[in-house]
């Protein structure tokens, strides 16, 4: 082993250096790399959406926009591409390619060239949602995509709309039956199921939702394009069909999409608090079993976006039961990775002020989650800027930081060299404060009655609590949007001019990703097939046996 | 450097044929359509058409040629394939529970403009046709399994004569509906007939071209058993569906 570790002193040897080596790569780390840059510039486009509307939202009256469509067009660019552009991508593409393979000791995806292909198809989901900002007709109808008003002229490019959500659903179903045969499968001799880290638990069950719920969605979309163009009827009430039937379709997966990216961030934040705490995951038995038990739980929580749609009251309190149900393994993960901190040796890294900040966002956004899902409460605040709040908390702003803390932790991996630890810290810093200033005041405002997507509220201009919240988002905004981007810039910084990477495991952790590679992992992940002991355990940081290797042929071996 | 990091960096797997399939499927392909029929453009439409498919065709056949015949003991394609009709499930599942909509809530059925005769004899026969494919699949399946390149290769070329016996028939039978004036949006029978035929038109389409890439390795001598394992999986999932499409269309 020490043989192989730690010779990578000059340059990167574990990375292509040929245009072709990068474009028609089938190798899964570097297709994991092109995920990444697809998706942060997915963060980007719908991160400047984001701050146009809020510049907007500053004051009462227009600001830098009178014109409706125009807002629309920010708000469906906002919440279409920061979901399936950036969230998704980021966990179900980067850290399920570049990360799980590796974790699970396999040299590869189990299909390599499906695998290419699906971050070819999810660059045009992006190059096509991309499409919609020079257009003419873009699509206006949010990433909701509602009929009937989607089925109106108003509503702009309906077809491009189905094309981006069917383009990327593909995209997401190649990805996860490769995932799901790359674990099934592929695991290094000596992993059983239960010495899987987290991540790749979480990931792999994300995925199992993915199969399960994307492809209803796909045809929910489907439908959408053959009413408005191809003359059938679906959601067309004229001729018998119904639009609530979309409105049921769409929430069938789209909530499911929720914990389709709640699950892969939390697998982040365990593993970068066991290694950061030196601690055993709290409970890891019982932590698998909770993440398990979101597919069926999940399955049924859909219909409580219909509680003000004219559900009959025993489904509305059938429906708030099995939304609070959800709490149950979810608590319980919030509970491992409380357990996982306590009386831990911590130590504060760059990546563990992210995941920390993400975790504190997300206890904010679950706790106020608990009161939405009681449909008495729900019918007063539905489609309110508490909701708004609520889910920014608890899936986009947690979600995403902890995605970042991802990306700092493995960046010596994909880069060979550190990031700087300072400008990690401060970054991090200044986005929990920055969302904090944003999101906070919003709840206020959201409970005062302040409806979502409004491009202005004149008529709540005599609101003081509204108007300053607004005016106080609007604040937080531009300190989120200077830590944003001093994020990339610190990512730039680090994979140029960053200090080299002088250990393959910088942070100490007992995964295979940093026990048995190089620096930088090459072609194959490792030079022979690895193999885990007896008694090894991701997550074992006291007496844990080292991953051995096969021999190679003709040679001896590294042991 | 030691022999083993040579060997570990020495290149890198490429090949430029899932991003032809990609782009030419994900970008050109959809952009044909709306070209088509949203901005009413037929000639930018054509042109678009004719780079997504040639992109997709090409990166397809080269895909299949780096790959078909590729004999490997790492048996996962039968998995990836029954996870792959999970998901197609759960898609015509979303469909079939728009027509369940439509059907349980409407006051009669078939509602009005519904021919009297929408063929029902003529699809049970064109389905009784399609099962025998299953047969015939499954003989292919069993030459494979005996080394029999020839038999095998044979049997796959007359499931697919089938199949296109089937199509052929399918397409009857909706040219005669559409001269009696029943067309897609006439009703929601008319949505549902004409919208769950489609889709099982679609999977006819892309099952012949999955048995068709078993052929020419087949006559090479060189099967991958994964593969067509998956291959029949699929074929049998396709003749499912007609029946279902039969059951919940025309004698529901």
């Given at each position: ?13 574990g ?8 474009v028609?790569?089938?190798?899964h780390?570097?297709i ?25 939202l ?10 409706g469509?125009i807002?629309n ?18 966990l ?37 949602a991309l ?13 909701t ?22 383009v ?13 045969c ?16 987290l ?40 001729v ?12 069938f ?20 608090f066991a ?17 398990i ?12 976006h219909?509680?003000?749609?004219g ?19 979810f ?24 995941a ?14 608990i ?6 409460v729900d ?27 991802g ?12 990031c700087?630890?300072f ?17 906070g005041p ?27 919240a ?8 531009y ?11 610190t ?17 100490g ?9 190089a ?14 002991p ?19 042929p ?6 | ?19 032809l ?14 070209l ?44 990836a ?31 009005e ?5 929408v063929?029902?004899n ?18 292919a399946?069993?030459k ?62 892309m099952?012949?071209l ?6 020419p ?19 049998h ?16």
């Amino acid at each position: 082993m020490s043989g192989f570790m730690g010779h990578e002193p000059d340059g990167r040897p574990g990375q292509p250096k040929t245009v072709k080596e990068w474009v028609f790569t089938l190798d899964h780390k570097v297709i994991g790399v092109w995920y990444l840059i697809g998706a942060i510039a997915s963060f980007v486009v719908a991160g400047l959406a984001a701050s146009a509307m809020r510049i907007e939202l500053g004051s009462v009256g227009p600001d830098i926009t009178d014109n409706g469509d125009i807002y629309n067009l920010w708000l469906t660019m906002h919440g279409a591409v920061m979901v399936l552009g950036f969230q998704i991508p980021a966990l179900l593409g980067f850290v399920a390619n570049w990360a799980v393979p590796i974790m699970v000791g396999g040299k590869d995806m189990a299909f390599p060239r499906v695998n290419a292909m699906s971050v070819w198809l999810l660059w045009s989901g992006i190059l096509l949602a991309l499409a919609n900002l020079v257009i003419p007709d873009s699509w206006n109808g949010m990433w909701t995509g509602y009929p009937p008003y989607s089925l109106t002229d108003g509503a702009g490019n309906t077809a491009l709309y189905s094309f981006i959500v069917v383009v990327l659903g593909m995209s997401s179903v190649f990805g996860a039956v490769n995932l799901a045969c790359t674990v099934a499968f592929m695991r290094c001799k000596g992993m059983g199921w239960f010495q899987m880290p987290l991540t790749v638990w979480c990931v792999f069950t994300a995925n199992v939702i993915q199969l399960i719920f994307v492809p209803v969605l796909a045809a929910s979309v489907i439908l959408l394009s053959l009413d408005k163009y191809l003359g059938f009827g679906f959601y067309n009430p004229e001729v018998g069909g119904d639009v609530l039937l979309y409105q049921n379709l769409f929430w069938f997966y789209s909530h499911p999409a929720v914990y389709v990216i709640l699950l892969p961030f939390m697998g982040i934040m365990f593993e970068i608090f066991a290694v950061s705490a030196r601690n055993d995951v709290f409970n890891y038995k019982a932590t698998v079993w909770s993440v398990i038990a979101f597919i069926p739980v999940s399955s049924d929580v859909w219909v409580h976006h219909a509680y003000v749609a004219g559900l009959p009251d025993w489904l509305r309190l059938l429906q708030t039961f099995t939304t609070l149900l959800i709490s149950l393994p979810f608590g319980l993960l919030m509970l491992s990775l409380t357990g996982t901190l306590f009386r831990g040796s911590i130590r504060y890294t760059g990546p563990m002020w992210w995941a920390m900040a993400a975790f504190m966002m997300l206890i904010i956004g679950a706790l106020t989650g608990i009161p939405n899902a009681l449909s008495a409460v729900d019918y007063g605040i539905s489609d309110s800027y508490v909701i708004m709040s609520h889910f920014h908390y608890v899936m986009a702003v947690s979600g995403s930081m902890s995605i970042f803390a991802g990306v700092f932790f493995w960046f010596p991996k994909l880069s060979g060299r550190m990031c700087n630890e300072f400008l990690t810290k401060a970054t991090a810093a200044g986005f929990f404060v920055g969302m904090n200033i944003v999101m906070g005041p919003l709840y206020l405002a959201g409970i005062e009655g302040m409806p979502r997507r409004y491009m202005d509220y004149q008529m709540f201009a005599d609101n003081a609590t509204i108007v300053d919240a607004q005016h106080w988002s609007t604040i937080g905004l531009y300190i989120t949007f200077v830590s944003a981007l001093l994020t990339i810039v610190t990512w730039l910084h680090g994979a140029i001019a960053g200090e080299k990477a002088t250990s393959a495991n910088p942070w100490g952790s007992e995964s295979l990703e940093f026990t048995a590679t190089a620096i930088i992992p090459g072609q194959g992940n490792f030079p022979t097939p690895v193999i885990c002991p007896e008694g090894w355990h991701p997550y074992n940081f006291i007496d844990n046996p080292k991953p051995q290797f096969e021999p190679h042929p003709g040679t001896s071996g590294h042991h | 450097m030691s022999e083993e990091i040579k060997h570990y960096t020495a290149h890198w797997h490429t090949s430029p044929n899932p991003l032809l399939v990609g782009f030419g499927a994900g970008l050109f392909l959809p952009w044909a359509f709306m070209l088509q029929f949203v901005y009413d453009m037929q000639t930018a439409a054509l042109v678009t058409l004719a780079i997504g498919a040639g992109m997709t065709i090409m990166g397809g056949l080269g895909w299949a040629a780096e790959t078909i015949g590729v004999i490997d003991d790492e048996n996962w394609s039968p998995s990836a394939m029954f996870m792959f009709i999970g998901t197609e499930i759960m898609t015509i599942g979303g469909v079939l529970a728009g027509y369940w909509v439509a059907r349980l809530g409407a006051a009669s059925w078939p509602p009005e403009g519904t021919p009297a005769d929408v063929g029902a004899n003529g699809a049970l026969i064109a389905t009784l046709i399609l099962i025998v494919s299953s047969f015939t699949i499954g003989v292919a399946r069993k030459k494979e399994l005996n080394g029999d390149a020839a038999g095998f290769a044979t049997f796959t070329l007359i499931s697919v004569a089938i199949w296109a016996v089937f199509m052929y028939l399918t397409i009857a039978g909706w040219s005669e509906l559409a001269a009696q004036g029943f067309t897609i949006g006439v009703n929601a029978y008319a949505t549902a007939l004409y919208g769950f035929t489609g889709i099982h038109f679609a999977h006819l389409v892309m099952g012949i071209l999955v048995m068709l890439t078993c052929v020419p390795s087949a006559f090479k001598g060189r099967l991958s058993y994964s593969y067509t394992r998956a291959m029949t999986m699929y074929v049998h999932f396709v003749n499912v569906l007609g029946c279902w499409v039969l059951l919940q269309i025309y004698y529901w």
